[in-house]
């Protein structure tokens, strides 16, 4: 598996279980840290419309270098 796809996949499976997590008990908050480091645009364009939506359901708190 290349360190990219390492990168993408580590974000969707946090993801997946808080999913899982927040529908089975009380949501919790979702910290995460450049996560985005080594995406390209469109699949950071993607990831992020992915925690817009999770954060209708948990408090995500997103540190980044990008603007």
Do not use: C
């Amino acid at each position: 598996m290349s360190d990219g796809t390492t990168d993408q996949l580590y974000p969707s499976l946090r993801i997946a279980s808080l999913e899982k997590y927040v529908k089975e008990y009380e949501p919790i908050p979702f910290i995460v840290d450049d996560i985005l480091v080594h995406f390209d645009d469109e699949r950071s364009k993607e990831t992020l419309k992915i925690l817009l939506e999770l954060s209708k359901q948990t408090q995500i708190i997103f540190f980044s270098h990008h603007s």
